[in-house]
């Protein structure tokens, strides 16, 4: 059973940053992609950026704010979340898909005040 584990999440000032971890139990590269996803209150869950082939892409709402790096070593993904805004506030879902298999994390919390 894959797991993973998302951590990094808190509570920070508009403008501020913070760095999401994803660790996944079986190699990085046993996956199709990987992606984070995000949930507002009363929102649906909505795709933040996906990490396939070597390539990213990102929604539009956070292009040029928000990275999404690795580390096969560690099996990790990262979600780099610089000038955040209120509106950022969510809890933050990592995701895998392995041949049409998805799995996700049990998600961790971001919180952006004004």
């Known amino acids: 059973q894959v797991r993973l584990v998302e951590s990094g999440g808190g509570l920070v000032q508009a403008g501020g940053s913070l760095r999401l971890s994803c660790a996944a139990s079986?190699?990085?590269?046993?996956?199709?992609?990987m992606s984070w996803y995000r949930q507002a209150p009363g929102k649906q869950r909505e795709l933040v950026g996906i990490?396939?082939?070597?390539?990213?892409n990102y929604a539009d709402s956070v292009k040029g704010r928000f990275t999404i790096s690795r580390d096969s070593l560690k099996n990790t993904v990262y979600l780099q979340m610089n000038s955040l805004k209120p509106e950022d506030t969510a809890v933050y879902y990592c995701?895998?898909?392995?041949?049409?298999?998805?799995?996700w994390g049990q998600g961790t919390q971001v919180t952006v005040s004004s």
């Open positions: 995701n895998a898909v392995r041949y049409g298999v998805t799995y």
């Open positions: 990490l396939s082939g070597g390539e990213t």
């Open positions: 079986e190699s990085f590269f046993s996956f199709n992609a």
